[in-house]
């Protein structure tokens, strides 16, 4: 078993390798979890904290130990981050790099990115819209 983290904010384990598999919990940013298979870009996964086991789709997650720290130690202060700037952190992204983007792209209307990461999708609208589609999720699962 290789042991890895969660890399978003959430992740959702589910029942079978599909994003439309039951959820059985979701996962938080920075959780560990034990991966014991692969299977079509899906990860079998252990939670570390709870003994639950799942699927969870590899993008959600990173097979190393994430170490998270706050604060700067010359100064004496500390600084606690948001869930979202560890998520964020997680994937190499932080203030910096997205103050650089959008002095490079001043155009850009930044606020419908904002909004976009509150929509939420539930697991049942996404059965119907496969269904209504006539789509199937890559490896089965519908």
Known sequence: MQVANIIVKQGALR???SFIGQMITN???GEAVEISENSNGWSKAKVVKTGQIGWIH???IAKQSTALKSGDLNSGKSHSA???ELALAGKG???QVEQQFKAQNPNVDFSW???METFRVSDSQI???LKEGQVM???GGA
Do not use: E, H, V
Request: proline fraction near 8%; glycine fraction near 4%; aromatic fraction near 12%.
């Open 15 to 17: 029942s079978k390798p």
């Open 27 to 29: 996962l938080n940013y």
């Open 58 to 60: 590899t993008s959600a």
């Open 82 to 84: 948001t869930s979202d």
């Open 93 to 95: 992204f932080n203030r």
């Open 113 to 115: 990115i904002n909004k």
């Open 127 to 129: 059965a119907k819209f």
């Open 137 to 139: 999720p890559l490896g």
